[in-house]
């Protein structure tokens, strides 16, 4: 039985959707007027590592990650850049796309931008003023915060702490057009020079946090069964867009809130803000992207992650684990009889495997757990692979139980069972000079492939090959 733990609650409880075998899952997505760092695009894998075990265990997921490409940093970054903020999201939304996919995340069913839904962003907020929970003022537009009751249910913020935070940060020419220092911006009045959009209260640009509500409840309706984003997003994007959503709707705005937790570098959290970051479109010139994604997506995602290369390299070594054994069992595919006496015994095995995977994973997406039973079934595997003879059955069983279980984690083996005509010729022919004792052709040869990447094993049953 799937549990999640419930940020609204502080608690893990039994996952259960609105509609039965169906989920609609909201996932806050990047700012564009940058690359994405790792910590960005930690948020990105833990919730596609969760969408697609949902998915494993038969949900039909619809999938919103939204692009935010109205905002001061793309304003800015258009400014440096000498280009418009259109311009300046479209090279970075174009950007994310090939980061993301280079990292195996699959597209959203949906992933809408500001710019495309601000008549609905207009729509929305109207809705809030005319149920009296916003008001215009001098072409801004606020929401009351007090006025909503339930106010900190997700963040544990009292309005008596955001009384305090809004003394500390005072900005006097904003407060005087608030009734209360608290209160937050639905709309933002035009500044000279920047992109603005009409509206009933003037030219201008939404704030932040109503963007998500309008497309979260324009794509996936007024209730949505798990929202997530980082552990940064909790207060005050998240508390501020139940506020919202809740005061116009009247409906609860999410039954799950997910958060992933931070990537650190050297203990710190990683940001923008604070220049300690790694950008992935740098990181994956110089690392195997699935390395990278397998590092990320088998920690579980609430968990801090510490990026460093040492991580990355125990991340490598683990990886090259399960390739090794899955093309162990791909290359005694080739000689294996169709059944033997023992098949029943090794397919229990590997069923029992499954139930354990199944459990580990369905206490709360636990990948950590789930990626150690990984571990344990290719230890069975390569055992069994080292047999005389080997049955098809139990093979293709093994490698499709395997198979399915690493597409979780976002890493596919198709590459991994493709050598490419040379090699395959390099090969034969070093059987060959083996065969007629010419060592000095042979080791000649095995040089030649470790400079492809190519290891070479000598076994009873031929020669095996691995990517080093």
Same mark, same amino acid.
């Given at each position: 039985m799937l549990k999640i733990y419930n940020t609204l609650t502080r608690q893990k409880e039994t996952f259960t959707p609105l509609e039965p075998g169906k989920v609609k899952m909201y996932v806050c997505g990047p700012t564009v007027y940058n690359y994405i760092h790792i910590g960005n695009a930690r948020s990105a894998v833990a919730f596609d590592t969760v969408r697609r075990y949902l998915e494993f265990r038969g949900y039909q997921v619809d999938y919103v990650s939204n692009f935010t490409d109205v905002d001061d940093k793309i304003i800015k970054a258009a400014k440096e850049l000498q280009l418009s903020a259109p311009e300046v999201a479209d090279r970075f939304i174009a950007a994310y796309r090939e980061d993301t996919t280079a990292l195996g995340i699959e597209a959203a069913t949906h992933h809408p931008r500001v710019m495309e839904n601000m008549p609905d962003i207009i729509t929305f907020i109207q809705a809030l003023i005319d149920k009296d929970y916003a008001y215009a003022a001098d072409g801004d537009v606020y929401y009351r915060t007090r006025k909503f009751k339930d106010y900190g249910k997700l963040s544990g913020i009292s309005i008596d702490e955001l009384e305090v935070g809004a003394s500390n940060r005072l900005n006097a020419d904003e407060n005087k057009k608030k009734e209360d220092p608290i209160d937050f911006a639905l709309w933002k009045a035009a500044k000279p020079e920047e992109i603005s959009w009409d509206s009933p209260w003037g030219k201008g640009r939404p704030g932040w /946090?109503?963007?998500? !509500?309008? $497309?979260? *409840? @324009?794509?996936?309706?007024? *209730? *949505?069964?798990?929202?997530?984003? +980082?552990?940064?997003? &909790?207060? =005050?994007? /998240?508390?501020? &867009?139940?506020?919202? !959503? &809740?005061? @116009? *709707?009247?409906? =609860?705005?999410? #039954?799950?809130? $997910? /958060?992933? +937790?931070?990537?650190?570098?050297?203990? &710190? @959290? $990683? !940001? @923008?803000?604070?220049?300690?970051?790694?950008?992935?479109?740098?990181?994956?010139?110089?690392?195997? =992207?699935?390395?990278? #994604?397998?590092?990320m997506a088998t920690t579980q995602y609430r968990r801090p992650i510490s990026y460093s290369m040492d991580t990355i390299e125990e991340a490598q070594t683990n990886l090259n684990r399960i390739k090794t054994a899955h093309q162990n069992i791909v290359y005694r595919l080739k000689d294996a009889v169709d059944q033997l006496p023992d098949d029943e015994t090794h397919l229990r095995a590997l069923a029992t495997f499954e139930e354990t995977f199944i459990k580990e994973m369905d206490d709360d997406i636990n990948t950590a757990n789930g990626i150690t039973v990984i571990y344990e079934m290719i230890k069975q595997m390569n055992i069994y692979s080292e047999q005389k003879t080997v049955s098809k059955v139990v093979l293709e069983k093994m490698q499709q139980q395997l198979s399915d279980w690493m597409a979780i984690f976002g890493i596919t083996f198709a590459e991994e069972e493709l050598l490419d005509e040379r090699i395959e010729q390099l090969i034969d022919e070093r059987n060959q000079a083996r065969a007629e004792k010419n060592f000095q052709r042979s080791d000649e040869i095995r040089d030649l492939l470790k400079e492809y990447g190519i290891m070479l094993e000598d076994t009873p049953q031929g020669t095996r090959w691995r990517r080093g």
């Open positions: /946090h109503i963007e998500c !509500s309008v $497309m979260a *409840t @324009k794509y996936l309706g007024d *209730t *949505t069964d798990i929202h997530a984003g +980082g552990q940064d997003l &909790e207060f =005050p994007h /998240h508390e501020n &867009e139940i506020a919202q !959503s &809740e005061a @116009k *709707t009247g409906h =609860p705005f999410a #039954r799950y809130w $997910m /958060h992933n +937790g931070f990537v650190t570098l050297d203990n &710190e @959290k $990683m !940001s @923008k803000s604070l220049g300690n970051f790694v950008l992935v479109h740098d990181i994956i010139k110089e690392v195997d =992207p699935q390395i990278l #994604r397998f590092f």
